[in-house]
């Protein structure tokens, strides 16, 4: 079975600096998909970006990007120029390429992300 | 539609009684998935329908717990005798046929309140 841990509950950011997310998973399986959601107050979980683990190149999306150590089975965020808007719960998830099991995403605990002005 | 709808946005039911959640799915999208969050918690899989293949039922926590498709578009979780561990947020989520990389779309969740 995979697991996913986040292991910071919140991170505090001023407004245009960086901040990063860390997250690790624990998977036997080589095709798996990782990916960064967004969940504003309104709870509707918002995709923010998405690594296949065949590639080595880290996903970009604008201002967000990943650091993706496969070996490591870490996947961290970069949240650049913070932005007020970027206030949310952030969930690293993780997806087996398998046929069979790709219907279940397994989400880590979250990490609250907190912008300051 | 354009998105994931559920309702109703906020229920609160007493211990007890049976629920309905409704979710309706983003139009063409063939795959719906109902987790579950609670406080504090990360999403907890429930359930999910492919098609017209048999849903994978196995992160239901008790037969309390029951979900169908109709027509392979809106979907209703039923929780039977609700009890006050039952309150949370449920979410369902709906995607293409083609799963591989590509993630959910979300909607905004049923928070259900059991007292």
């Known amino acids: 079975a995979q697991t996913v841990t986040q292991s910071q509950p919140e991170m505090s950011v001023q407004e245009a600096e960086t901040v990063t997310l860390s997250c690790t998973y624990d998977t036997s399986e080589s095709d798996y998909y990782l990916f960064w959601y967004k969940q504003p107050p309104s709870r509707q979980m918002i995709l923010v970006i998405r690594q296949e683990a065949y590639k080595q190149q880290n996903a970009t999306e604008n201002r967000f990007s990943v650091n993706f150590q496969k070996a490591a089975k870490s996947f961290s965020l970069k949240i650049s120029d913070s932005q007020l808007g970027d206030a949310a719960m952030y969930f690293c998830?993780?997806?087996?390429?398998?046929?069979?099991?790709?219907?279940?995403?397994?989400f880590g605990a979250g990490t609250q992300v907190v912008v300051t002005p | 539609g354009a998105g994931v709808s559920q309702s109703p946005s906020n229920k609160v039911t007493e211990k007890g009684k049976d629920v309905e959640l409704r979710c309706d799915p983003i139009?063409?999208?063939?795959?719906l998935y109902w987790y579950r969050q609670s406080l504090g918690q990360g999403l907890e899989f429930l359930i999910y329908?492919?098609?017209?293949?048999?849903?994978?039922k196995s992160g239901l926590p008790s037969d309390r717990f029951s979900a169908e498709r109709t027509g392979g578009s809106v979907s209703t979780l039923t929780i039977q005798r609700t009890q006050q561990e039952d309150s949370a947020v449920y979410l369902c989520?709906?995607?293409?046929?083609?799963?591989?990389?590509?993630?959910?779309?979300f909607g905004s969740g049923t928070r259900l309140t059991v007292v």
């Open positions: 998830a993780y997806r087996s390429g398998a046929t069979d099991s790709w219907g279940k995403f397994q």
């Open positions: 989520a709906s995607s293409s046929t083609i799963p591989q990389g590509n993630g959910y779309t």
């Open positions: 329908f492919q098609g017209n293949s048999a849903p994978d």
């Open positions: 139009s063409g999208h063939t795959a």
